[in-house]
Structures are given as C-alpha cells and as structure tokens.
C-alpha cells in the first residue's frame, strides 16, 4: 500500500484566498484524523471520521475550517478565507480497529501552508 | 488545555549517551501511551506503545517507563545514535482512537 497521501505537499496563497487540502487514507481504514503542526502548539486534531461521518470536530479553530469525507478514499480540510496565522503543517492521518488495542494512526507526508 | 504535557523541548545528546523524554498527564481515563517519532519533512509514525496494566515496555533500545500513580512516562534511547535525531511525540488516548499528543521533543545526537 502506498501509505496515506496528502496534496498538495506545499501550498502557498495569499491572505484571504481559499485553500483545500486533500487525503486519501489508507484502503481499508475507517478512521480519518486531521490534524495542524506548529512548533508552539505541537500536533492538535482538528476532526476525526469514523465511516465517513465527523464524530469530533471540537478541535477545528474556527467557522472559517471545513472538513468533508464524500467516500472512503477521499477528505478534504479547507480553510475560507484563509490567514496568516493558518500558516501550520497540515497532516492526515488514517487507521483501523485492533481488538483489544489501540488504533496505531498512520500519518501522510503534510501539506506546508503558507498564508501571506 | 494541553492535556499531555511534554518536556524538554529539544535535547542534546552525545552519541552512545542515553535520551530520556517525560510526559505526564492529568486524565485517569487514558490508557493507551504510545511514542511517535518524526524526521523532517516526514509525518509521525510510531515508535512504541504501551498500556498502564505495566510499568515497563522495551523495544531494541527504546524503552517506555509507565508509573501509573505519578501520572507519567517516560521514553529512554540507549546508547542514542545521530540516526535518531528527530522530533518525538508522546501520545495518550482513553478510546483508542483519539489521541492527545504532547507538544514534542526534538532531540539532537551529536557524533
């Protein structure tokens, strides 16, 4: 399997643009995780699927941040109007239910955001 | 509210020298502890994982010590190579599926 793949892997717009970042999990996994890297707050999740339904998106900073799971291979995270401070490293994580242990996350690659 | 609490920030360590990065937490829910490691311009990926039900868990020559009643752990690389520079993560989940991270440790083995 190829792993889990993110697009773009760089992304730079300007301030108030549209951006959407794109994940394509792992086949199979029923899980899918987004989460932001900034060097002051570490990796924070933004939302979890389960079977292409939102379960937790307590962690999406503001009404600005969208995610969406049409189907199982697909998500996309987009941020309208985008700012400077959404500049982060965007990853997508994927995993599967292990009876009697936890899910071991998978990460992509990122996405570098860069808002000017 | 950071709910697993990492530290240090970054570390340097002589090669051949022993790594050691702590993590407590608050929440008496969580049960799962797993360790992340990410090199740059790389996603995480796991390193090790352990359960509370045991105090101690070693793989090669990482090892996670888990003292259930501080509320913390601890990730130990012996005899650290300059091949395990990188950023470590500690985790915590209560569901297996969320997890909480801490805000990483970006160790430097100098040869």
């Known amino acids: 399997d190829a792993g889990v793949i993110q697009s773009p892997r760089h992304e730079v717009t300007e301030m108030g643009q549209e951006v959407t970042l794109r994940c394509k999990p792992i086949?199979?996994?029923?899980?899918l995780f987004w989460y932001r890297q900034t060097m002051m707050r570490g990796l924070e999740l933004l939302i979890y699927?389960?079977?292409?339904?939102?379960?937790?998106d307590s962690g999406m900073p503001e009404d600005r941040f969208s995610a969406k799971m049409p189907n199982a291979s697909f998500s996309t995270l987009k941020i309208q109007p985008s700012e400077p401070r959404d500049s982060a490293v965007y990853f997508c994580?994927?995993?599967?239910?292990?009876?009697?242990?936890?899910?071991?996350?998978?990460f992509g690659p990122g996405t570098r955001l860069t808002v000017l | 509210q950071q709910q697993v609490k990492q530290s240090p920030q970054s570390l340097i360590v002589q090669k051949g020298g022993i790594s050691i990065i702590n993590c407590a937490y608050e929440?008496?829910?969580?049960?799962?502890f797993p360790w992340y490691q990410q090199f740059p311009g790389k996603g995480p990926a796991l390193l090790i994982a352990?359960?509370?039900?045991?105090s101690e868990k070693k793989e090669g020559r990482f090892t996670i010590s888990f003292n259930k009643s501080a509320k913390q752990f601890s990730l130990h690389i012996m005899d650290s190579q300059p091949g395990d520079s990188a950023t470590y993560f500690c985790?915590?989940?209560?569901?297996?599926?969320?997890?909480?991270f801490g805000t990483g440790t970006s160790l430097t083995v100098i040869p």
């Open positions: 699927f389960n079977n292409n339904v939102p379960i937790d």
């Open positions: 929440n008496t829910a969580f049960d799962y």
């Open positions: 086949s199979g996994h029923d899980y």
């Open positions: 985790a915590a989940s209560d569901t297996g599926n969320q997890f909480y």
């Open positions: 352990i359960r509370p039900d045991v």
């Open positions: 994580a994927s995993s599967s239910p292990v009876e009697g242990w936890f899910n071991e996350q998978f």
